[in-house]
């Protein structure tokens, strides 16, 4: 699940949806096995489109969560892209491993995409991702956060870092250092949100798979909303 936070303070804007990912998208969307990456811009103009109406007085961001696990790509994108890149604010939430890679099984089992048990689907992972599979079933793999965490560390000067279960435990905190850390008056009363993109075992796959299906013209009529 995710949880929409910074669109609710009049001092950021966050894009809309997960539609980002253009940083590990240089020249395109991947064809890979199992995603389509319809959701994905695909070239610098209309990244910057997604921030077109927001005033230069207004923090703006977005959040894409394969720029973690695709750290090279990410990086080496932000830096071609974005003038003065190492000013870049990073926030990263990270949630614990184990229960990291269950909740993104489940959320391919939810939408039709995964027929495997957990068990099965781990031993049958890395050849998977040397078979061309997306890395949205790189379940262990995008759990392993060493390395994309130190590479942010050394290619950015301000990198913030929230773990998840603090992140629900202990909420207020957290936001406020947040907002300490993006510039933001701590004091800002944050409303509760429901959770989004919830993880669940359908009961009709096939229904799953026709509400869940990536479809280009489905995102550009959602984001138009």
């Not at 389509?36 to 990244?47: G, L, M, T």
Request: aromatic letters at 12%; proline letters at 4%; glycine letters at 4%.
């Amino acid at each position: 699940a995710s949880i929409d936070l910074m669109s609710l303070t009049p001092s950021l804007a966050l894009a809309t949806s997960k539609t980002g990912c253009r940083a590990i998208r240089p020249t395109g969307a991947r064809s890979v096995k199992g995603s389509k990456f319809a959701f994905a811009v695909r070239s610098w103009e209309e990244y910057s489109a997604l921030f077109a109406a927001v005033p230069p007085s207004i923090q703006a961001g977005e959040a894409s969560t394969p720029y973690l696990h695709l750290y090279e790509e990410s990086i080496t994108s932000m830096r071609k892209y974005l003038p003065d890149y190492r000013k870049t604010k990073i926030v990263m939430v990270l949630r614990h491993p184990v229960e990291r890679a269950f909740s993104n099984y489940v959320w391919r089992r939810r939408d039709d995409r995964e027929e495997e048990s957990f068990d099965r689907a781990l031993l049958l992972e890395e050849q998977r991702i040397r078979d061309g599979y997306s890395f949205d079933y790189a379940y262990a793999g995008r759990s392993r956060y060493y390395q994309g965490v130190k590479a942010y560390l050394e290619a950015f000067d301000q990198v913030h870092i929230i773990l998840y279960e603090d992140l629900i435990a202990r909420r207020d905190k957290e936001l406020a250092a947040l907002c300490r850390f993006l510039g933001v008056k701590d004091t800002f009363r944050f409303h509760a949100v429901k959770d989004s993109n919830v993880s669940f075992i359908p009961r009709s796959t096939l229904l799953s798979r026709l509400v869940t299906a990536e479809f280009g013209w489905k995102f550009k009529l959602i984001n138009s909303l």
